[in-house]
Structure formats: structure tokens, C-alpha cells
């Protein structure tokens, strides 16, 4: 029997410090025999997330080991949340043609057990895409940050920062619809814009403003009831001189770190965390899992009326990603980064 072969992104190195696309090298590699309760699909959509950096770096804490039982090594082919069209199934649940969504390998085809997948469903019209860019880790994570972690309540003032990224964004959208005002923190005046589109009141250029912390507080004149953070660093700092009392601060990302090695710049206003009585609560979308039909209808239905938007930064091409991963750290990223490879353009459900 002739050896089954994929085009695959292998890591050649550990990521440490700036992020180079060097790290991850095409090549041609076998595909293994499928087992009882494997799934052969052909690759449909990458996503590109921070916390691909993080696995990159090759370090034992992250959060990889949880999602597939393992760590990453050099020579490994690089994993992260995709679409997949089933090819072959030796799971009774999937069918050749099934659309499903999970960490799998970046690989233009690849054989992952079907537990660690999740059916995507057809006949609803909606853009394939949607189930990275909203339907995903990436709508969970906004939602249940907001209601499980900071539990907003209407008329709060809500700060987001990263409002541009894929998450921000969704933030923003999530909170404005719930009776929030909503304050962005974004780079340069197109975020900006957009985060006002997506529902947030003001908006602060933080690429433009020489003092974060008074941009801020001019902004929330009576304070920050709740902070999404997707940065950490000297963002969190700034934050925490402009919470009201008993806020809440909802860690979704730490962006400022993922490049930083060894300098990683510490939290220096903790005393505000004292005096202020605020709670400062991390969190990984993926333990309100059970949760998500909830969250999904939700954003289901503010994608409908137009509260929130599918906006992806689409490039197409498994030899496409290495690069293209690398606009996420340098801000330049306009939407949820994904890489197109098995699906047709703007292919529906």
C-alpha cells in the first residue's frame, strides 16, 4: 500500500523572543493509519491565535497539554484550532462530508481522534469562516469573560483593550449590546473606528496617547467598573488607576508578554488592587465548554442585527501562515487572522 502523504508546517525551533517566521518549515510528511475513533479530514481553515506563540515557545506552561495530551517538540508539526472536512471516519458519529472544528494538526490533510472535535452544523447559510472568527474559542472567550468572570451589569463602564483583535472586538460588541458603556483601547484611528462602529463610546489610540493612564481617566471620569485585559503590562497598569471601587479586571490575553522572553514587564500599581478591593480573575474559554450553545445563540443573535460582524484577514495557503501569523504581533491585523486552504472562498454552510 502506497505510504499516504500531506503537505505539513513543521516547527524547526523554539520561538523565543521576537516572533520569526522561520520557526515553522513546509515539508512533505506521512500521515499515520487511521485507528478506532479517528477522523481523516482535509483541511479547511487555520486559525492564528496569541496562544499559538505561546505553544511556539516550547515551554511546559501553556495550555496545550489539556487540548491534546501533549507537548510540542521541534520536529512536530504546529497545532492549532481548524475546520475540517471529513474524509474518513472510524468514529460512528462522522460521516465522509461532516464539517468539524478542534486542535488539529497545520497540515493540508491530517488524522486526529474524532473526540477532540466538535461537528460543525449545516444549513444554516452562515459563512463557514464564522465558526473561527465567532462561532469558536474566539465568541466563547468574549462571552463567558463577560458574563462568567466579570459579570457585567447594564449601565457599567466597561474597558477593552486590544479592541481591534478578533476577541476585542467581540468584547466590545457583547457589552454595548448588554447596556454597558464601552470603552475602547486599540491602535491607530481605523481601530479606533471600528471599535466605535462595533458599539463602543470612545475609543483611545494608545499608539497616540503619551499618557495611557490620563487617557483613561478623561475617558471614565467615574471610573472603570470592569476591565476585559487581552494585553497584561503597562496597559493593565493604566487600567488599574482608573477602576471604581470593587472592580472587576477579566485576564483573556496577556499579548504584551508573548514576545517579551525574559523581559516581561511586572504589574507596579498592585497597591490600587488593595485600596480599590479589585478582582483580578484569568480565565480559559474552554471551561464554560458546556456553555457554549448559550453563548453561540447569543452572538448568533447579535450577528443577525448587526451588533457584532464577521471580520477576518483571510490569506490562502498552508505556506501562507508562518508569515502571516507574525501581523498579529505587530498590530497590523484588521481582522481574525485565518488561513484558507481546503475551502472554497466564502464558502457556506
Same mark, same amino acid.
Given at each position: 500500500m502506497t505510504q499516504r502523504t500531506t503537505r505539513a508546517l513543521i516547527v524547526t525551533r523554539p520561538a523565543i523572543g521576537t516572533y520569526e517566521p522561520d520557526v515553522l518549515r513546509l515539508e512533505e510528511r506521512a500521515l499515520p493509519e487511521l485507528g478506532d475513533g479517528d477522523l481523516h479530514l482535509e483541511v479547511l481553515y487555520l486559525s492564528l491565535d496569541p496562544t499559538n506563540r505561546n505553544w511556539l515557545k516550547l515551554e511546559e506552561a501553556n495550555t496545550l497539554r489539556s487540548k491534546i495530551g501533549r507537548d510540542l517538540h521541534v520536529g512536530d508539526a504546529m497545532v492549532g484550532e481548524i475546520l475540517g472536512r471529513v474524509i474518513e471516519s472510524r468514529d460512528p458519529a462522522y460521516v465522509p462530508g461532516d464539517i468539524v472544528a /478542534?486542535? /488539529?494538526e497545520w497540515q493540508e490533510e491530517t488524522v486526529v481522534p474524532a473526540a477532540r472535535m466538535r461537528p460543525v452544523p449545516k444549513g444554516g447559510g452562515e459563512l463557514l469562516a464564522t465558526h473561527l472568527t465567532i462561532f469558536s474559542h474566539i465568541g466563547l472567550a468574549a462571552a463567558s469573560g463577560l458574563h462568567e468572570i466579570a *459579570? %457585567?451589569? $447594564? /449601565?457599567?463602564?466597561?474597558l477593552v483593550s486590544a479592541a481591534g483583535g478578533a476577541t476585542g472586538r467581540l468584547a466590545v460588541g457583547i457589552a454595548a449590546a448588554h447596556g454597558c458603556t464601552v470603552i475602547a483601547i486599540a491602535g491607530g484611528p481605523e481601530k479606533c473606528a471600528e471599535a466605535i462602529a462595533s458599539g463602543a463610546t470612545a475609543a483611545i489610540d494608545y499608539k497616540a496617547e503619551a499618557d495611557l493612564t490620563s487617557a483613561i481617566r478623561a475617558a471614565a471620569p467615574n471610573g472603570v467598573d470592569v476591565y476585559f485585559d487581552n494585553v497584561g503590562g $503597562?496597559?493593565?497598569?493604566?487600567?488599574?488607576?482608573s477602576m471604581a471601587q470593587g472592580g472587576r479586571v477579566a485576564v483573556c490575553g496577556v499579548l504584551s508578554d508573548y514576545d517579551a522572553g525574559e523581559d516581561r514587564v511586572g504589574v507596579k500599581n498592585m497597591f490600587q488592587v488593595l485600596i480599590r478591593e %479589585?478582582? %483580578?480573575?484569568g480565565f480559559l474559554a474552554q471551561r464554560y465548554w458546556e456553555k457554549r450553545h448559550v453563548y453561540y445563540d447569543e452572538l448568533r443573535g447579535l450577528l443577525e442585527s448587526g451588533r457584532i460582524k464577521h471580520i477576518a484577514d483571510e490569506s490562502v495557503g498552508l505556506e501562507t501562515a508562518p508569515q502571516q501569523?507574525?501581523?498579529?504581533? *505587530?498590530g497590523a491585523n484588521k481582522g481574525k487572522l485565518i488561513v484558507r486552504i481546503g475551502a472554497q472562498a466564502d464558502e457556506r454552510l
Open positions: /478542534g486542535v /488539529g *459579570k %457585567i451589569q $447594564p /449601565g457599567e463602564t466597561v $503597562p496597559t493593565l497598569d493604566a487600567a488599574l488607576m %479589585i478582582r %483580578i480573575q501569523l507574525a501581523t498579529l504581533f *505587530k
